[in-house]
């Protein structure tokens, strides 16, 4: 079959080649991939920064934001059958394991022994096929199959929102406002979950007025243009407190500029992974003051595990109904398989791009047309 691959360490080495076809062993599923959703991270390991080959492979099937249609099943899989939509998990558990993988949550692994689909030590999805295990798929209706690729960044949100709502269960909290650093997709994602909330939501980003901007008046929020208007206490003052701030942007430096933004009893959660040398100069004594006497909470937060793969699905049809056609705008753009290294390629106006493995054949889905 045909598959993206990369020699994990080598900047370049990305290719469309032919490898083995899957072997479905006793109890997994076989899934023909229809889409993939290219990130950050894909972009980090074509580039060389990092990526991990299973065991005994010397190149590694990059892909880990996936959508699928069942092909075959087997015993053990009685939930799914032949033509369900399915949306793969990234993470799997340590062999140890430890008892945060022991219990189900493979996305606060302790040991680091943990494996990725496309990412450390498995195989991900930019192929024609994969195998899996019933447990670590995610059942979508045929109506969300034109979006379905958005679940996986979807749930980076979902347990960012999982997680605030759990910390600030140390307080009576009724928030209002939150401010997102990032338009990109995750960050995009998130204002539309806290904006199902009715929350006062506002997305700050470097990129000037244009479809961006426009995704974000279209769910009823407000864009601020970074190069306007700096974060910080008077930015603050001209929107009203905020209770949470969401960066994804995985620029560093904002992180303390967030602390100075968000209000007392306010929680700031970071998702971007910043793997540079950046240095940075900073008040020591007031970034404690901020945290101490405002009871300010910062945190971090990485991958995701069922519950927001299941979470997030539902969500998708609620913010259809909600905002209809609002999520197929975030894709930007569907590439071939053999044009996926154009998928690492930034523009201005770019949210999502995708690589069409597969063509999707729905009937009524949800951006309004069947495609083919």
Request: hydrophobic residues 40%.
């Amino acid at each position: 079959m045909k598959a993206v691959v990369v020699a994990p360490g080598q900047a370049g080495s990305g290719r469309l080649q032919e490898v083995p076809d899957p072997t479905r062993r006793s109890g997994e599923v076989l899934v023909r991939v229809h889409e993939i959703g290219i990130d950050g991270t894909d972009a980090e390991i074509l580039e060389g920064q990092y990526g991990e080959a299973p065991p005994g492979d010397d190149y590694l099937i990059i892909g880990h934001e996936s959508l699928g249609r069942v092909e075959t099943v087997t015993d053990g899989a009685e939930d799914l059958a032949p033509g369900d939509w399915v949306v793969a998990m990234v993470r799997r558990p340590d062999p140890v394991p430890c008892r945060n993988c022991a219990a189900g949550e493979w996305d606060m692994c302790l040991n680091g022994l943990y494996t990725e689909r496309g990412i450390k030590g498995l195989h991900g999805f930019l192929a024609e096929y994969y195998v899996e295990q019933p447990r670590y798929l995610v059942k979508l209706p045929g109506e969300l199959a034109a979006v379905g690729v958005l679940l996986e960044p979807l749930t980076i949100a979902e347990k960012a929102v999982d997680q605030i709502q759990r910390i600030q269960s140390r307080l009576v909290w009724e928030p209002k406002r939150a401010v997102i650093l990032g338009s990109g997709p995750v960050g995009l994602l998130a204002a539309i979950l806290l904006r199902l909330q009715d929350l006062d939501v506002h997305v700050y980003d470097r990129a000037g007025p244009g479809p961006k901007s426009a995704l974000v008046e279209a769910m009823g929020a407000h864009y601020i243009w970074a190069e306007k208007r700096r974060l910080g206490h008077k930015l603050a003052n001209e929107i009203g407190p905020v209770d949470i701030i969401f960066e994804a942007t995985g620029y560093s430096p904002l992180a303390f500029d967030a602390i100075d933004t968000v209000a007392p009893n306010g929680i700031v959660c970071l998702s971007g992974v910043s793997g540079g040398g950046r240095r940075l100069e900073v008040s020591a004594d007031h970034l404690n003051l901020e945290l101490v006497l405002g009871n300010r909470v910062v945190f971090g937060t990485v991958n995701a595990n069922r519950r927001h793969f299941e979470s997030g699905a539902r969500h998708l049809n609620e913010i259809e109904a909600r905002w209809p056609g609002l999520l197929p705008r975030i894709i930007t753009a569907r590439l071939p398989i053999e044009q996926f290294a154009e998928g690492v390629l930034r523009g201005p106006n770019d949210v999502k791009k995708v690589v069409e493995v597969a063509p999707i054949t729905v009937s009524g889905a949800i951006d309004g047309d069947e495609r083919t």
